[in-house]
């Protein structure tokens, strides 16, 4: 008798766990298919003039055209992109503070290199290099992000909530089956959401009990 109460209480709480997932999966599409659309709304008629896409899987918003970026092997930006970064800025930390400040965890920018390095052909030293400089493009983003005067309420904000990650050629972009080296070189905004999180927190719970459960269903 006693055996037959825990395996109740077993399933029972399963069941919940299970549930409490599924109530955090919907909440998280829910909330990242609103980030989605607002960035669309905001951001889809300066697309093209800032040679920049926004993807809805990832709530990336993606600046693809390295000519525009930086001079090639500096981490200083360019006059065009302070440019953009004076429109995009203020427009998407206002975005997401205004309306989305609850479901935003961390806004990742993010800078991505080619896997070339100069004339070299030493794959660790030209990763490594790239990384270097990965990492102080991004710092210099942020740094210019944070002295633009139209987000200068937003700062406390941007300085607990932005990131910069300079990430080499680790996520290069592959097009049939190839290195596209000019669209490697970019940098994204990356949000990450408070429900994706928890989501990710409870599915660690679950595996364990699910793991469980096929194990003695097995036996």
């Not at 429109?87 to 806004?107: G, H, K, M, T, W």
């Not at 990356?190 to 409870?202: D, G, M, N, V």
């Amino acid at each position: 008798m006693v055996f037959l109460f825990i395996a109740v209480i077993y399933a029972q709480d399963a069941n919940q766990r299970t549930e409490n997932v599924s109530e955090i999966v919907n909440e998280w599409r829910d909330s990242e298919q609103d980030i989605w659309e607002a960035l669309w709304r905001e951001f889809e008629g300066d697309l093209e003039r800032w040679n920049a896409e926004i993807d809805r899987d990832t709530l990336t918003v993606r600046f693809v055209a390295p000519e525009v970026l930086f001079e090639a092997g500096s981490s200083e930006l360019a006059l065009r992109f302070e440019e953009i970064l004076d429109d995009f800025i203020p427009r998407y930390v206002a975005l997401l503070n205004d309306r989305f400040s609850e479901q935003v965890r961390e806004v990742r920018i993010e800078g991505h290199t080619s896997s070339e390095w100069g004339d070299s052909t030493d794959l660790t030293e030209a990763f490594l290099n790239n990384m270097e400089l990965s990492q102080q493009r991004t710092r210099e983003v942020l740094s210019y992000a944070l002295s633009i005067p139209a987000v200068s309420e937003f700062r406390s904000w941007i300085r607990s909530t932005v990131s910069a990650n300079g990430l080499s050629s680790a996520r290069l972009i592959i097009a049939n089956g190839t290195e596209d080296k000019v669209r490697s070189r970019r940098v994204e905004f990356t949000i990450r959401t408070k429900t994706k999180e928890a989501l990710f927190r409870i599915l660690d719970n679950v595996a364990p009990v699910l793991e469980d459960r096929s194990n003695e269903t097995i036996r």
